[in-house]
């Protein structure tokens, strides 16, 4: 009873810190470019992750985990931050956190493509519903303030991180059975690090002095926190109280993210955004239970 306890508050603080990474996100695009901070995020992180490594002597994976560390770095680590800060660009943090309600259902259809499972009809029912719903919720916001097509542009590239980062979470799962939570999340970045390294310097700013605190700000929270310590949390919520409860906690991240762009950056939540990130909540749970 105590250990799930903690498993449930371990993995509800890591769903409130990934909860924060798409306002923080849109504060950081405000002073640096998508591929800049994608690639500054990445190596900040990684820098932290192998002295934590070396510090805790972990032992290297083997190398037939390579290619499954490389998927995980691909959706993860890069694919999903510059997809989103690219999307942010086009698109409210609070229209985006919509898309993050699909999250879970993406990480669990890869799951069954991996693991070859045979989820029940009313599996594919809630799945259809969801994605419709979000589909719904584009259309109607077709008509507001950005142009139609920064909308779509915005909502096509969310629905590629989605898809990118479900691959990433469902390959880091199955990897963690072997090498443990954290150590999956830090062998990614380490092994993305060069790539990242020279990316970061292609794209530095030109001129630093034009960077405001806000920016400076964002870049320390996805860095540090949505990169490296959010998974920390999530894990050890997984490992603590089982996966298949406390994964459902990831549920509550697109209300979370709602409110921190409601509070943090003032941005108007209509309740269109609401309604629609209910609806998806709860055509991924009822998916999850007959998957």
Known sequence: MERSTAGWGSGLLGVLIFSGSLPATRVAVGGFTPLFLTAARAVIAAALAAALLALLRQVRPARRDLPSLAIVALGVVAGFPLLTALA?????????????????????????????????????????????????????????ASPAGDLLAGDLLMVLAILLCGLGYAEGAALSRRLGGWQVISWALVLALPAMAVAAVATMPEDWAGIGAAAWAGLGYVSVFSMLIGFFFWYRGLALGGIAGVGQLQLLQPAFGLILAGLLLREPVAWTMIAATGLVVLCVAGAKRFA
């Open 88 to 144: 942010l660009q086009h698109i409210t943090s609070a229209q985006s956190v919509v898309f993050i309600g699909l999250l879970p259902l993406s990480t669990a259809l890869f799951g069954v493509l991996r693991g070859r499972e045979r989820p029940r009809p009313a599996f594919w029912l809630f799945a259809t519903g969801g994605s419709l719903t979000v589909a719904g919720f584009a259309l109607w916001q077709g008509g507001g």
